[in-house]
């Protein structure tokens, strides 16, 4: 048995570890909005630890990990002319202006855009081993010109007479660029996986 004069430092011990682990344990958790998914990631290296991806909730990560979100809920995506420049391509230079094109009849347009597009949970992964948190900057680099190459099909009449095959034609080509990344994260996935194999018969 302890001497009674031992008792004071041993409960000053037990007292200041327990304050410690509860403290710790504390920051072992993180939260996901409402209107988020997360996957967990270390906080320093943003490296994944997890490959499920969290829905909206209080969860345990663990120490030192914490989560990456991305909305679950439309986006809107505008890019549109501010009205400060009178000339077509005045704003080209800006991501988030119109699009400047070129039509079949060598006229110079500016085309307001604006769409909206939601994230998939089961795609939230592929988007961020790919592109980590720069994966709207991607879409909007392609998407821009995926739309001017589109464009250059057209006369500058097409796009007053034609206005609705347009728009249909140009959302087909914004949902083509999410399936070619699927196909393309999928085709990684498979060498990756491939290449795991190999290294393990290797190994053996």
Not at 95 to 121: A, E, H, N
Request: hydrophobic residues 35%; neutral net charge; aromatic residues 12%.
């Amino acid at each position: 048995m302890l001497a009674e004069e031992n008792y004071a430092p041993v409960c000053l011990v037990a007292c200041v570890i327990i304050f410690i682990s509860s403290f710790l344990v504390g920051f072992s958790w993180r939260t996901v909005d409402y209107d988020q998914y997360g996957i967990v990631v270390n906080e320093i290296s943003r490296a994944v630890v997890s490959e499920q991806v969290y829905d909206s909730g209080r969860h345990f990560v663990g120490l030192g990990n914490v989560f990456e979100t991305f909305n679950k809920t439309v986006t809107q995506e505008e890019w549109l002319g501010s009205g400060n420049s009178n000339e077509p391509g005045g704003e080209a230079g800006k991501t988030t202006g119109p699009i400047t094109i070129r039509t079949k009849d060598g006229q110079r347009l500016d085309l307001d855009i604006s769409f909206q597009y939601q994230i998939k949970k089961e795609k939230v992964l592929q988007l961020y081993h790919s592109y980590g948190r720069s994966y709207r900057e991607f879409f909007v680099a392609i998407g821009r010109a995926r739309l001017r190459d589109r464009a250059s099909v057209y006369s500058s009449q097409d796009f007053f007479s034609k206005r609705m095959v347009i728009e249909s034609d140009f959302s087909k080509n914004l949902a083509d660029i999410q399936a070619a990344e699927s196909e393309a994260v999928s085709e990684y996935e498979k060498t990756t996986q491939e290449n795991r194999v190999t290294r393990a018969s290797k190994s053996k």
